[in-house]
């Protein structure tokens, strides 16, 4: 499963249809080597081949070869958040779950993907000012859905919602690191619905 190429913060305004065409090619060809062989064992030289593009171009794109991950990982925020946005149902718990839902699938189907950006963002790592980026995504999407269940009284009105925000993504965020280190065999998604669980029943009304 590859990410849909909505998400991309990196890209111009005012691109022709040729130059989007060309990046995506680029993208794609990145992340199926990265998947193939490692973001380190791959090289600028060999993406550009795979995209059937001359190395200057691929460079003109993606001037670092980490940009194709910090790409991958906020089409990833964004389409999960949008998943979960979308569905029509309605409650704080039913959002969580659906945001869950969306993050099970696209994360299995791009394990080598995901080893390596965990690998990336721990401590300071490279990809670490990317992840404060899809980070302040995730935390409004989960500010609006604590307020929401405050609202319909799913969430105690007593807890502070930035806090509960930071809260939520703290855990979400250790939930899908463990899940990489033990080595991404158990479901993502139950281990997320799991573990909310827990924090859920103190959030509780």
């Given at each position: 499963?590859?990410?849909?190429?909505?998400?991309?913060?990196?890209?111009?305004?005012?691109r022709s249809r040729r130059a989007?065409?060309?990046?995506?090619?680029?993208?794609?060809?990145?992340?199926?080597?990265?998947?193939?062989?490692?973001?380190?064992?791959?090289?600028?030289?060999?993406?550009?081949?795979?995209?059937?593009?001359?190395?200057?171009?691929?460079?003109?794109?993606?001037?670092?070869?980490?940009?194709?991950?910090?790409?991958?990982?906020?089409?990833?925020?964004?389409?999960?958040?949008?998943?979960?946005?979308?569905?029509?149902?309605?409650?704080f718990r039913n959002q969580l779950?659906?945001?869950?839902?969306?993050?099970?699938?696209?994360?299995?189907?791009?394990?080598?993907?995901?080893?390596?950006?965990?690998?990336?963002?721990?401590?300071?790592?490279?990809?670490?000012?990317?992840?404060?980026?899809?980070?302040?995504?995730?935390?409004?999407?989960?500010?609006?859905?604590?307020?929401?269940?405050?609202?319909?009284?799913?969430?105690?009105?007593?807890?502070?919602?930035?806090?509960?925000?930071?809260?939520?993504?703290?855990?979400?965020?250790?939930?899908?690191?463990?899940?990489?280190?033990?080595?991404?065999?158990?479901?993502?998604?139950?281990?997320?619905?799991?573990?909310?669980?827990?924090?859920?029943?103190?959030?509780?009304?």
């Amino acid at each position: 499963m590859k990410i849909q190429p909505d998400h991309q913060p990196e890209r111009p305004p005012n691109r022709s249809r040729r130059a989007l065409a060309n990046r995506e090619r680029l993208y794609e060809a990145a992340i199926s080597l990265f998947e193939q062989r490692g973001f380190q064992h791959t090289s600028m030289d060999e993406i550009a081949k795979a995209a059937g593009m001359a190395r200057a171009s691929a460079f003109n794109h993606f001037p670092s070869k980490l940009l194709f991950l910090a790409e991958f990982f906020h089409r990833f925020t964004g389409e999960v958040i949008d998943a979960a946005s979308s569905a029509k149902i309605s409650g704080f718990r039913n959002q969580l779950e659906a945001l869950f839902a969306a993050i099970g699938p696209i994360a299995h189907a791009n394990k080598p993907i995901m080893r390596e950006i965990t690998a990336l963002t721990m401590g300071h790592g490279p990809l670490a000012p990317v992840e404060s980026e899809v980070d302040d995504e995730m935390l409004n999407f989960f500010r609006a859905i604590v307020v929401q269940g405050q609202a319909n009284g799913e969430v105690d009105p007593e807890w502070d919602q930035d806090f509960l925000a930071e809260l939520m993504l703290g855990l979400l965020t250790v939930t899908a690191n463990d899940w990489v280190n033990l080595g991404q065999e158990r479901s993502l998604q139950k281990e997320l619905s799991m573990r909310f669980e827990v924090l859920l029943q103190g959030m509780a009304a």
